[in-house]
């Protein structure tokens, strides 16, 4: 069964001046795929739309095979979580623990429990010796796994990450993405935007393609990286940047 689907989505911030034209696609419960293109194709955009920042102009989404266009994004995030592109967005001054624990203490779950779960995923992000830290302390590459973490801890039935291996060491890419396979194997639906090819070839066998807000492939990732026309024209990575 479908958990999301896009239904011939239209977005102009301005008129005459369409930003995505008309993109469609469906992810599947327990699916694990790429957004794949290079910068500007609108890949944020269409995150942006699926949690309600933004309104599109015309088409649909649906989740679970409900209409949620005039869901709230608070409503959307009780069901699916965005681990954002820009972690410099992050404007807390809580210490790193409390921030992590925050969508949990608002949803009242109990004391010990939070304290399990906030732990349990602050070692998977490698953020555990830093829990008393805080934010504005972190490099780039750490307080992106503080939003990677915040979203995680929350298990959500969609999780869509915006890059989320930008600034990242090998170590951490791996821990990262080792972490969302399992995810993915527990049932939970991964949404994963990146023109890094090597993470789509590895984690995720399904890639949809966007270049100037056009879906251009839907595919394996094992067919999408040998067609030459489709990666030229997404002008994706062709190597890895740990090769
Ligand atoms: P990507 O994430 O693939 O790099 P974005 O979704 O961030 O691309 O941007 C897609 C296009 O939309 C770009 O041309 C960008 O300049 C434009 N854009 C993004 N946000 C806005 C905005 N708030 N107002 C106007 N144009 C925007
Ligand atoms: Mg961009
Ligand atoms: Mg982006």
């Known amino acids: 069964d479908p958990i999301l689907e896009l239904e011939n989505i239209h977005l102009s911030?301005?008129?005459?001046?369409?930003?995505?034209?008309?993109?469609?696609?469906?992810?599947?419960?327990?699916?694990?795929?790429?957004?794949?293109?290079?910068?500007?194709?609108?890949?944020s955009t269409l995150a942006s739309l699926i949690c309600g920042f933004n309104k599109p102009t015309s088409g649909r989404i649906l989740f679970n095979g409900k209409d949620i266009m005039?869901?709230?994004i608070k409503e959307r995030a009780e069901r699916m979580g965005l681990v954002m592109q820009n972690p410099n967005q992050m404007i807390s001054k809580h210490m790193i623990f409390e921030e992590v624990a925050l969508g949990l203490v608002l949803r009242g779950v109990p004391e010990?429990?939070?304290?399990?779960?906030?732990e349990k995923t602050l070692k998977i992000c490698?953020?555990?010796p830093f829990?008393?830290?805080?934010?504005?302390?972190l490099s780039f590459g750490q307080k992106k796994r503080v939003t990677i973490a915040s979203i995680l801890v929350l298990e959500p039935a969609l999780i869509i990450l915006d890059e989320p291996t930008a600034g990242q060491d090998f170590k951490?890419?791996?821990?990262?993405?080792?972490?969302?396979?399992?995810?993915?194997?527990?049932?939970?639906?991964?949404?994963?935007?990146?023109?890094?090819?090597h993470l789509m070839l590895e984690y995720t066998p399904r890639a949809i393609v966007i270049a100037d807000g056009e879906k251009i492939a839907d595919d394996t990732s094992a067919n999408i990286l040998t067609?030459?026309?489709?990666?030229?024209k997404a002008n994706l990575k062709e190597t890895s940047l740990f090769d």
């Open 13 to 43: 911030y301005s008129p005459g001046r369409e930003i995505i034209h008309g993109v469609s696609f469906t992810i599947e419960k327990g699916e694990m795929v790429s957004i794949a293109g290079k910068n500007g194709a609108g890949k």
């Open 131 to 137: 829990r008393n830290w805080p934010i504005s302390a």
């Open 70 to 72: 005039n869901d709230t």
């Open 227 to 232: 067609d030459r026309n489709v990666i030229k």
């Open 112 to 118: 010990d429990e939070i304290k399990e779960r906030v």
């Open 172 to 197: 951490h890419y791996t821990e990262i993405m080792e972490f969302l396979s399992e995810l993915n194997e527990q049932g939970i639906t991964i949404l994963m935007i990146t023109h890094d090819m």
């Open 126 to 128: 490698g953020l555990y």
